[in-house]
């Protein structure tokens, strides 16, 4: 059973289940306005990708703006707290409020205070995805080996140099841990707003498609959405492991093969 | 005799939680020894050393410094960055220091020379080996050339061949750079085997109990550890370590 490589169980496990709910609906005559067979969702996949494709784009390119502002505010904050535990003190409470604050709540009033759209959308995702970067940073900035500090102390190392060259590789692995989960959810952050602001035109997003297909009753071009939003999750999954694993793969455990 | 290094003098150590560390250790560390500091565990030996290092301020007393305050400080483990290569972490005090990088690199790697790692340059510390890693923290300590090397039982968690193979390079390396040693230990035989002085400290709180010189002429090897010689300076050292704790 060992050389059975990892990727082969879960496709298996995805085709009988596909295979099931084709059979399924097939044989029991089910209408595609309840449920549509995956062959009809991946046929309307490819007639409507003139309408799917480009609010695809649209919805990756709020979710990377906002992974990237995640990233960039997240680490900014984690460093600001490393250098002063009054700060920390003083700040995360509040980043904890945000944090714990369902984003469903608060979107409309950002939605009706931010004029621009994209940047409303953005705000709503940087919400729900700093966290997890920033709480994870700090306390990898915080666990530096207590020696290595020391060491840093002998050679008279400067706090900018203690930083550089130690606290922040330290906080890599922890960093990368809370990235991860960042990425799933400045999508997450980036589909609830889009509902909130159940906004159409040419600048709408995956969620738009969703909503507007349960009006028309289009089910299998929500499927079809749906299935873009849950490919989306997944690429953005898999390029921040290999980002992590890149990263790692010559000295922390995590990621470092067993037999090197 | 030379002027002293280091001078303590009536130092005192009180931790914040209330522990005396240590109560009253006068000493000198003198150019060009090989000083052991050995006493049971929380006798303050390494107390001393980092208060030495500046890592920690004493309660009382004072602590002088003949020439400007530089040294190489080897930890009980080998204190690697994981994420930097080999030549990357015997760099490092370089780097801070804002050495020039050729310099610095050239001066990096005639230290992993030094301690027979070179050629090791590129690997990553989990690479190696538990007595290779020691090396490159010992290579790390070494590159800046300094006076004093500050060593915290560095080989105890090493297995016994190993530690006999590093206790050998040390001392080689020492006949060689002639630097001051300050090496604390909790191994008698390990001691007499290395030092020119040893100074035995009682615990609770750690005091000076014994200022024994081992008078055994350098290079020594494996013959001295065999010698009646140092079948005698272990037992007077036993001895005075006995003493210590019994009092």
């Known amino acids: 059973m060992s050389r059975v490589p990892d990727w082969l169980l879960p496709v298996l496990v995805g085709a009988i289940v596909l295979g099931a709910w084709e059979a399924a609906v097939r044989l029991g005559g089910v209408p595609p306005y309840i449920l549509p067979a995956p062959s009809v969702i991946a046929v309307k996949l490819v007639t409507d990708w003139t309408v799917l494709g480009p609010s695809l784009l649209f919805t990756l390119e709020t979710t990377l703006l906002a992974l990237i502002s995640a990233i960039l505010g997240g680490g900014f904050l984690a460093i600001l707290f490393a250098q002063s535990r009054l700060i920390e003190r003083s700040l995360f409470p509040y980043a904890v409020i945000l944090q714990v604050t369902p984003i469903v709540a608060v979107a409309p009033l950002i939605i009706i205070w931010v004029d621009n759209m994209l940047a409303a959308l953005l705000i709503c995702a940087w919400i729900v995805a700093f966290f997890p970067i920033l709480s994870n940073t700090t306390l990898g900035l915080n666990s530096a080996d207590r020696n290595l500090v020391a060491l840093f102390r002998i050679y008279g190392a400067s706090r900018w140099q203690v930083l550089r060259f130690l606290r922040i590789p330290s906080a890599m692995p922890y960093f990368m841990a809370g990235l991860r989960i960042s990425g799933g959810l400045s999508l997450i952050g980036a589909v609830v707003a889009e509902f909130v602001a159940g906004a159409g035109g040419r600048e709408s997003g995956l969620a738009y498609r969703i909503l507007e297909a349960g009006y028309r009753l289009d089910v299998p071009r929500m499927f079809a959405a749906l299935f873009l939003i849950s490919a989306a999750g997944i690429a953005i999954y898999l390029a921040l492991s290999g980002v992590s694993y890149l990263t790692l793969r010559h000295w922390h455990e995590s990621a470092a093969r067993a037999e090197e | ?247």
């Open chain 2, 1 to 247: 005799m030379l002027s002293p290094i280091v001078t303590l003098d009536h130092v005192r150590k009180r931790f914040a939680n209330g522990t005396e560390a240590l109560g009253d250790v006068s000493l000198a560390i003198r150019p060009g020894e090989f000083l052991s500091l050995l006493g049971p565990s929380g006798c303050g030996k390494s107390t001393v050393l980092r208060l030495v290092a500046g890592l920690s301020e004493p309660s009382a007393g004072t602590i002088a410094w003949s020439r400007m305050r530089e040294l190489g400080f080897v930890f009980q483990e080998p204190t690697l960055m994981p994420w930097s290569r080999v030549l990357g972490n015997v760099l490092l005090p370089l780097r801070l220091a804002g050495t020039p990088r050729d310099e610095a690199e050239a001066r990096a790697r005639a230290a992993l020379a030094l301690v027979g790692l070179a050629g090791f340059e590129r690997a990553f510390p989990r690479q190696l080996s538990g007595g290779m890693k020691m090396r490159v923290s010992i290579a790390r300590a070494l590159v800046t050339r300094p006076p004093l090397l500050l060593m915290d039982e560095p080989f105890a968690a090493l297995d016994e061949i190993t530690r006999l193979k590093l206790n050998d390079d040390l001392l080689a390396l020492w006949l060689e750079q002639r630097f001051t040693t300050v090496f604390v230990t909790h191994s008698v035989f390990e001691s007499v085997y290395l030092s020119s002085r040893i100074l035995v400290m009682s615990a609770r709180p750690g005091r000076i109990a014994a200022d024994i010189a081992i008078d055994a002429p350098y290079p020594r090897s494996d013959g001295f550890r065999l010698s009646p010689d140092y079948a005698r300076h272990c037992a007077e050292v036993s001895a005075a370590l006995a003493g210590a704790m019994a009092a």
